[in-house]
């Protein structure tokens, strides 16, 4: 029973990584697009890096199981929600992928915060 609690728990942390890899990758993407986009796009471009940020340390701490990594999570999920709101607003293609890649490091990260 233990072990597989264990093995649960690794693939709900590697799943969460993975999540969390991917956010990285497309809020870093939406940020570029949104640099050269104009003014009307600097707080989507500030929430995409500051996620972009938050989830590759947290994906760093996961991946060390450090003690620490279930208290990023909420952070993570928080600032993920507010970007993915953001993004949701803009019908830009880089905006629109984004905010759907967005939503499945929230709900990984809102489960690891538990």
Do not use: W, Y
């Amino acid at each position: 029973m233990a072990i597989q609690q264990l093995h649960q728990q690794n693939t709900e942390l590697s799943e969460c990584i993975d999540n969390c890899s991917e956010a990285v990758q497309a809020c870093e993407m939406c940020a570029d697009a949104c640099a050269e986009a104009g003014e009307e796009m600097v707080r989507c471009l500030r929430l995409c890096r500051d996620v972009a940020d938050l989830a590759s340390m947290h994906a760093r701490f996961m991946a060390r199981e450090s003690e620490f990594h279930a208290a990023q999570a909420s952070l993570v999920a928080d600032a993920a929600e507010t970007c993915r709101d953001e993004c949701a607003q803009f019908d830009a293609d880089h905006c629109q992928t984004c905010a759907e890649v967005l939503e499945p490091c929230i709900e990984s990260c809102r489960a690891m915060a538990q």
